[in-house]
Every structure is written in structure tokens, then in C-alpha cells.
């Protein structure tokens, strides 16, 4: 099983670095208002996920697998789309307002999590 490095109110989990979270652990992130629904939402995309581990378990036709695949990742893909909204709506507008190397920096990380939607 892979384990998820989690934060803790002191800073980011051990090997994680901060990696990616840009604000050093400092104040509510844009989801915290709606994180039990992101929860349910993420709940409900893993069951489609166990879902596809029975088809393949049961031997359904491959075409009935490969359109659950594409539920399931228009699912994530509108999860990170809504995710990424809260993320300029909260993180990227706090920036703007301090602006300088701040404001930049948040633009620059959320174009780089843009391009890595658009590869994906």
C-alpha cells in the first residue's frame, strides 16, 4: 500500500518539504471551507476506482471498462479543476494583494499545476 505523506500543524511530513504547498503551512487553504464535500466527492471517485478492479475482476467486456476509466477520470479531472479554482479564488488573490515576489510565484505555481492538468 502507498503512503500519503500527511502535514502536521508544525510544517509539512517528514520527506514532503513542502513540496508544492507554496505557503509554508501558514492559515486555511481555499478548499478548507468545502473540504467535506471534496472528501465525498474523493469517496466517491475511489469506489468507481474499486468498481473498475471488479470489472477487470469479473472479466466485463473491455470497451464497458475502458468507459468507466473515462467516468473516472472526468471525475478527478473536474475534482483538480475545482480544486484549482479555490486555489486562485484563496491562495493566488491573497497574493495579489501583498503582491511582488509573492503574487509571481503563486501565478508561476499554478500554471505549473495547469500544464501538469493539461498532460495529464
Do not use: N
Not at 79 to 103: D, K, P, S, T, W
Amino acid at each position: 500500500m502507498t503512503t500519503i505523506p500527511t502535514r502536521t500543524e508544525d510544517g509539512p511530513a517528514p520527506g514532503d518539504a513542502g513540496a508544492g504547498h507554496g505557503d509554508g503551512g501558514h492559515g486555511p487553504h481555499g478548499y478548507s471551507s468545502q473540504k467535506a464535500e471534496h472528501l465525498k466527492r474523493l469517496r466517491r471517485i475511489e469506489g468507481q476506482i474499486r468498481g473498475l478492479q471488479r470489472m477487470v475482476d469479473e472479466d466485463v467486456y473491455c470497451i464497458d471498462i475502458l468507459t468507466q476509466v473515462s467516468a473516472g477520470t472526468k471525475a478527478l479531472q473536474s475534482f483538480a479543476l475545482a480544486l484549482l479554482e479555490e486555489h486562485l479564488r484563496h491562495c493566488v488573490a491573497a497574493a495579489a494583494e501583498e503582491g511582488g515576489a509573492e503574487l509571481d510565484a503563486k501565478v508561476a505555481e499554478a500554471t505549473a499545476a495547469v500544464a501538469r492538468l493539461l498532460r495529464s
